[in-house]
């Protein structure tokens, strides 16, 4: 995902230098040019700002249907799809759903801001993927809802996929409490300071 915004910077990059480019051509057309040539420069110019553009509303389209969030799990849209797809099918008795819900996502983004909120939700994400199989299926379909869709379920895989999910929930405790002792360690700075 970061690539191909990088990729995208790249492109808008490039147009400028064409236009640049065409620009300046164009002012010095007078100082020993010849026709042909400048017309090939010219159109040369045309087509890398049209390729360039081209190139980057394919990415900027790619990127917003990709299915993907900034967690690097399936999109709301792309649950919507594959709930869909189980809602046609002719048999879902073997298809277990498991929901997650982290409360106070809204305290952790105003207390500590949305990119300390973002690596909250990415570092449970990783925590979800880690449980997976082949016949899974992981989403965000909210703030902080996610869902694990599994095919081909039973009560008992659902069960342990939940039981190894259990060290997860210390690890992201425990972050909590780094984010809390770096808030208290901001607030103790900022009294040293004023006093």
Request: proline share 1%.
């Amino acid at each position: 995902m970061e690539r191909n915004k990088t990729i995208m910077k790249l492109c808008y990059l490039q147009t400028t230098f064409y236009i640049v480019f065409l620009t300046a051509l164009i002012t010095r057309h007078r100082r020993g040019i010849s026709q042909k040539t400048f017309a090939f420069l010219i159109i040369l110019s045309l087509v890398g700002c049209a390729v360039s553009l081209t190139l980057g509303d394919y990415l900027r389209n790619m990127i917003r249907s990709s299915g993907f969030d900034v967690a690097g799990v399936h999109d709301k849209k792309s649950l919507e799809k594959k709930l869909q797809q189980l809602q046609n099918a002719d048999d879902t008795l073997n298809v277990g759903v498991m929901m997650f819900d982290l409360n106070n996502l809204k305290k952790i983004n105003d207390t500590y801001g949305h990119e300390q909120g973002d690596v909250f939700i990415q570092t449970f994400a990783a925590y979800l993927t880690r449980i997976l199989t082949e016949d899974s299926f992981l989403a965000r379909f909210g703030g902080d809802e996610f869902v694990i869709v599994q095919s081909h379920a039973t009560w008992s895989q659902l069960e342990q996929m939940n039981i190894q999910l259990n060290p997860c929930w210390m690890c992201i405790i425990k972050q909590l409490t780094i984010l809390s002792a770096m808030q208290s360690d901001t607030i103790s700075a900022a009294k040293i300071t004023t006093t």
